[in-house]
């Protein structure tokens, strides 16, 4: 493959993990009591689960104030998520004081360099990377800066996690697609139908 060869890099965000924390407890069984279509058997799971519909969301939450929100696809969408979840709290005067601080934890996405890659040329030249197709056929990659996993597939397609911003995971798609045309690892460019 010529070095003179244009890779059009692409990803979407499939999922942001965040933790919330309010700065009370809460009182599950009274939430549970107040608010249709919460979910809670505190003999199961200690948390109760809340469920937005627009954006579709999910959130644990636990007595300590603490809350784990799923299901957003923009930081943006998590932002709105929460205010909605403490919007409906305090619809049925459940008592949220102070502003929740959010923080991610996680984000996973898709990625797509657009060309084939040689896996086993990838996984030889590039560091912190590891590919055993007997047991999965993807490259596993360990980036540094940004610090994140890449699932690198033949056809140049990838799951990105461990992003804490939005940002990273552009940036982690543009430097892996540089990397493996730098090495070399570039089978192809794959033509769309």
Same mark, same amino acid.
Not at 3 to 20: Q, R
Not at 39 to 59: S, V
Not at 107 to 135: C, F, N, R, T
């Given at each position: ?75 943006? /969408? ?5 205010? &909605? #979840? ?7 005067? @459940?008592?949220?004081? =102070? !502003? ?34 007997? /047991? ?5 990659? &360990? #980036? ?7 699932? @690198?597939?033949?056809? =140049? !397609? ?36």
């Amino acid at each position: 493959m010529s070095s003179g060869a244009v890779l059009k890099p692409s990803y979407k965000i499939e999922n942001i993990v965040a933790t919330v924390i309010l700065e009370h407890e809460l009182d599950l069984e009274l939430i549970e009591t107040r608010i249709p279509a919460i979910t809670y058997k505190p003999d199961q799971f200690p948390g109760l689960i809340f469920r937005l519909d627009n954006p579709k969301t999910t959130a644990l939450i636990f007595k300590s104030g603490k809350m784990v929100v799923t299901g957003a696809k923009s930081t943006q /969408q998590l932002i709105e998520a929460v205010k &909605r #979840m403490i919007k409906v709290l305090l619809r049925y005067d @459940i008592k949220v004081t =102070g !502003k929740p601080r959010i923080q991610i934890q996680n984000i996973v996405a898709s990625g797509d360099i657009g060309a084939y890659v040689h896996l086993e040329k990838a996984a030889y030249l590039l560091e912190d990377s590891m590919y055993e197709p007997e /047991q999965f056929p993807g490259l596993i990659h &360990r #980036m540094r800066n940004p610090r994140v996993v890449l699932l @690198i597939f033949s056809s =140049g !397609k990838m799951v990105i996690t461990g992003a804490k911003e939005e940002v990273e995971v552009e940036r982690a798609v543009v430097n892996i697609g540089n990397q493996l045309l730098e090495l070399g690892c570039i089978a192809g460019i794959r033509e769309e139908l």
